[in-house]
């Protein structure tokens, strides 16, 4: 059974980083891709980052891109989120997920979901 | 603003039929898979449908999806009261470069 358990949210001042984290298990994490998709109140969801099974390739939304870093840990199998420079807006549930190919970017590509980190970025 | 279109609601009663349309264009829904999952409030997404009509195993046959175009629909027969819940459609985007999911629609039984 695959089991993705996120960690690393809670309250974040504006302008300030934040580290998110997704250990994996019940699966062969190096042969699949891994995604972080959010969901801000009141909002539908909005992918985030992929990231392909050997770090090959790597992709960002366009609304994190030039704050974020996602990265991940084959051995430990683990991935990471590193978002710099919060704002408001960035006030999600953060879900990783598991592709069901090895590139983030094959289209034929389905998630399965984590339960999520809720991240509140307020002063 | 997504570009992918799905309406904000739908509703229906129990044991009745219900539709959800997802609408984009041919570098997103026209041209790639798309897929459909399910959230229920507080909880975290679930996969319905894949690669435009597939189900996982484990969801019911009450659930199927079909495309036509650049516009993909789900149909949900013999509602349940369980089946409340926010859905949304999936897909790869080949001119943005990332993957797009629409607004969602949230069903009310």
């Known amino acids: 059974e695959v089991q993705l358990v996120e960690s690393g949210g809670g309250l974040v001042q504006p302008g300030r980083s934040l580290r998110l984290s997704c250990v994996a298990s019940?699966?062969?994490?190096?042969?699949?891709?891994m995604h972080w998709v959010r969901r801000a109140p009141g909002k539908g969801l909005e992918w985030v980052s992929g990231?392909?099974?050997?770090?090959?390739?790597?992709g960002y939304a366009d609304s994190v891109k030039g704050r974020i870093t996602v990265s991940r840990d084959n051995v430990r199998n683990s991935l990471s989120l590193q978002l710099t420079s919060l704002r408001v807006e960035d006030t999600a549930f953060y879900y990783c997920?598991?592709?069901?190919?090895?590139?983030?970017?094959?289209?034929?590509?389905?998630?399965?979901w984590g339960q999520g980190t809720l991240v509140t970025v307020s002063s | 603003q997504s570009v992918v279109t799905q309406p904000p609601s739908a509703s229906g009663t129990p044991g009745q039929r219900v539709t959800m349309s997802c609408s984009g264009s041919?570098?997103?829904?026209?041209?790639?898979?798309v897929n459909w999952y399910q959230q229920v409030p507080g909880t975290a997404p679930k996969l319905l449908i894949y690669?435009?009509?597939q189900r996982p195993s484990g969801v019911p046959d009450r659930f199927s999806g079909s495309k036509s175009g650049s516009s993909a629909s789900l149909a949900i027969s013999g509602l349940q009261s369980g089946d409340e819940a926010d859905f949304y459609c999936?897909?790869?985007?080949?001119?943005?470069?990332?993957?797009?999911f629409g607004g969602g629609t949230k069903l009310t039984v």
């Open positions: 990231i392909s099974w050997n770090s090959g390739s790597v």
């Open positions: 997920a598991r592709s069901s190919a090895a590139l983030y970017h094959d289209p034929t590509t389905s998630l399965e």
């Open positions: 041919r570098s997103n829904i026209g041209g790639n898979p």
């Open positions: 019940g699966f062969t994490f190096d042969d699949y891709a």
């Open positions: 690669g435009d009509d």
């Open positions: 999936a897909a790869w985007d080949d001119s943005l470069n990332a993957w797009v």
